[in-house]
């Protein structure tokens, strides 16, 4: 099956066609429309990768694995509804879901049904302090990544106006409140500590506030299509301030969205996976069969699938239960490099989050 944009309606048809022979279905939540749909093309593409790859392999206790793919619109409610109808599709495994929100809402309807879930995206405490023994994740918490960059603010710009900016989400407020405690911890208060609606077209009032408290660097805790649009109208009037933000800005998206604005921006993520030896074979086939680029949350998507199918052999099982316990229990050999899960669900073994800088090829990690 190769991969394209228009993956969801492919997989709709296959499913029509096979699902009646199919043994183990898998679940994929992510935002599929809206702002966030970059993210969501990177989850759906990396973990429809994976189970291509490993369906070539003979599949997962020798059954074929067969995918749904759901639209939760980076939106509580709609995640809550997309999840809903996992559960009564039976998937045995779910994928997702991306955005902090979502994860938040889906995990304990999966937790119900003692369905497991990996999110390949969703940074937010919440996610996996729940306690649900359900839910996983293989990416880092924003207490480390708030952490982070209050420290480097506090550092690099303790002298210059600072505005935190945050669009109200569980992902955008939860990390903007995490940079602001460490910030001010550090005995720098910022100039501004303020909302925006998401999703705008423009941002004039917004920008307005910032050139009248004359901001020199602004740290924006939200999505990459916002912190586009909101850099490049920023830059019109203050050429010199500074962007600054978290995980989601890991998308060819933002760079488009921002243009020339955009270059020189700041925002934490981990280690460019596409470096890791593990992902050389996997990143050229994204690439040369599949015409895609694995950057962002792909490759992580990628290594949740193989942690899940890894725990599912080593259980001997697809049930729940026993497929959390082995996860909990083993190290998975994934895209990512070896990995295992704490008692809570959270990753071990990785770097969580690095500084990296947008440049004209895309991101590199900063000096």
Not at 179 to 199: D, H, I
Not at 257 to 264: K, M, R
Not at 283 to 293: H, K, N, T
Request: with cysteine; hydrophobic share 45%; proline share 4%.
């Amino acid at each position: 099956m190769k991969l394209s944009r228009f993956s969801p309606v492919l997989l709709s048809f296959s499913l029509c066609a096979s699902f009646a022979s199919a043994e183990i279905l898998v679940g994929i939540a992510a935002p599929l429309s809206g702002a966030a749909l970059p993210t969501g093309e990177q989850v759906e593409f990396g973990a429809l990768k994976a189970i291509d790859d490993l369906n070539a392999a003979g599949g997962v206790l020798g059954e074929q694995i067969v995918v749904t793919s759901v639209d939760d619109a980076c939106n509580r409610e709609q995640a809550a509804v997309a999840a809903g109808q996992l559960v009564a599709e039976g998937v045995s495994f779910v994928v997702g879901h991306a955005c902090s929100s979502g994860s938040i809402a889906g995990g304990p309807i999966y937790a119900e049904e003692e369905i497991v879930m990996i999110s390949p995206a969703s940074t937010n405490p919440l996610v996996t302090d729940s306690g649900l023994g359900n839910v996983f994740r293989v990416i880092g918490r924003d207490d480390d990544q708030g952490a982070i960059a209050g420290d480097f603010l506090a550092e690099r710009f303790k002298d210059d106006n600072i505005a935190i900016l945050h669009d109200q989400s569980a992902y955008g407020q939860g990390l903007a409140e995490i940079t602001k405690n460490r910030l001010n911890a550090n005995g720098v208060t910022e100039t501004l500590f303020q909302t925006y609606e998401p999703e705008l077209v423009g941002y004039d009032e917004l920008v307005d506030t910032l050139v009248q408290s004359e901001i020199d660097v602004i740290y924006v805790g939200g999505y990459q299509a916002d912190a586009g649009i909101i850099i490049r109208q920023a830059k019109g009037e203050l050429p010199n301030i500074t962007l600054i933000s978290g995980d989601a800005l890991a998308s060819e998206d933002f760079p488009i969205i921002a243009g020339d604005a955009g270059l020189g921006a700041y925002f934490t993520f981990g280690p460019d996976a596409r470096e890791t030896p593990a992902a050389e074979a996997v990143v050229a086939a994204f690439r040369d069969d599949e015409g895609f680029e694995p950057s962002g949350y792909t490759l992580y998507s990628y290594a949740a699938v193989q942690a899940w199918a890894q725990a599912v052999e080593k259980a001997g099982t697809t049930e729940g239960a026993d497929v959390a316990r082995a996860l909990l229990e083993q190290e998975f050999d994934t895209v990512l490099g070896t990995i295992s899960f704490d008692s809570k669900g959270d990753v071990v073994g990785l770097t969580s989050f690095i500084w990296n800088k947008i440049t004209e090829d895309g991101y590199e990690p900063a000096e």
